[in-house]
T-cell receptor, first 114, second 115 residues
Framework: AQSVTQLDSHVSVSEGTPVLLRCNYS??????LFWYVQHPNKGLQLLLK??????LVKGINGFEAEFKKSETSFHLTKPSAHMSDAAEYFC????????????FGKGTTLSVSS | EPEVTQTPSHQVTQMGQEVILRCVPI?????FYWYRQILGQKVEFLVS????????KSEIFDDQFSVERPDGSNFTLKIRSTKLEDSAMYFC?????????????FGDGTRLSIL
């Protein structure tokens, strides 16, 4: 069965410092993985996606994630946090190989202080 | 950039009443989805829709729920006889193809409050 576990419910960083949001997945086949971001009172915006091409995936706003099959992880990173990065981040796996449904993690709230 | 639009942004309904949530997917997309997010909980898949029929649905999507694409642009979620526990944010999404290489694009959501 497909599932994702986001290891931290809340991460706090200072502006200009690195960001690490952790995600582990479980999949019975080669998964499609995504990170989405949700700003307050807004919809879900795709940050990046992994679909069995390069294991290091670059997304928007300077974020990237590395797919590590041996560790079943897909952690999201950014070298330098910006105040505007404060939001809720969701690690997501495709329910099936057809991609007709997504399974969301519980989310990680990122706080950025000045 | 094309967007998925949802109306209304906030819907307040009495328990037991029917409610219809509306979505306009991105115009050339073929797959449509509904998700919900109960306050403080994670986003949950409800249903996917392709070629005028449901292609996948979760356990949440029982007989109380139905979806429809009444014309070439709208995609609706109907909830019959609403219950207090139906209060949630409902997100519509669309994608160009059903394959995993095509990400789903989400609307801003409709907040449904059942009184």
């Amino acid at each position: 069965a497909q599932s994702v576990t986001q290891l931290d419910s809340h991460v706090s960083v200072s502006e200009g410092t690195p960001v690490l949001l952790r995600c582990n997945y479980s999949s019975s086949y080669s998964p499609s993985l995504f990170w989405y971001v949700q700003h307050p009172n807004k919809g879900l915006q795709l940050l990046l996606k992994y679909t069995s091409a390069a294991t290091l995936v670059k997304g928007i706003n300077g974020f990237e994630a590395e797919f590590k099959k041996s560790e079943t992880s897909f952690h999201l990173t950014k070298p330098s946090a910006h105040m505007s990065d404060a939001a809720e981040y969701f690690c997501v796996v495709s329910l099936n190989q057809a991609g007709t449904a997504l399974i969301f993690g519980k989310g990680t709230t990122l706080s950025v202080s000045s | 950039e094309p967007e998925v639009t949802q109306t209304p942004s906030h819907q307040v309904t009495q328990m037991g009443q029917e409610v219809i949530l509306r979505c306009v997917p991105i115009s050339n997309h073929l797959y449509f989805y509904w998700y919900r997010q109960i306050l403080g909980q994670k986003v949950e898949f409800l249903v996917s829709f392709y070629n005028n029929e449901i292609s996948e649905k979760s356990e949440i999507f029982d007989d109380q729920f139905s979806v429809e694409r009444p014309d070439g642009s709208n995609f609706t979620l109907k909830i019959r006889s609403t219950k207090l526990e139906d209060s949630a944010m409902y997100f519509c999404a669309s994608s160009g193809e059903g394959g995993p290489n095509q990400p789903q694009h989400f609307g801003d959501g409709t907040r449904l409050s059942i009184l």
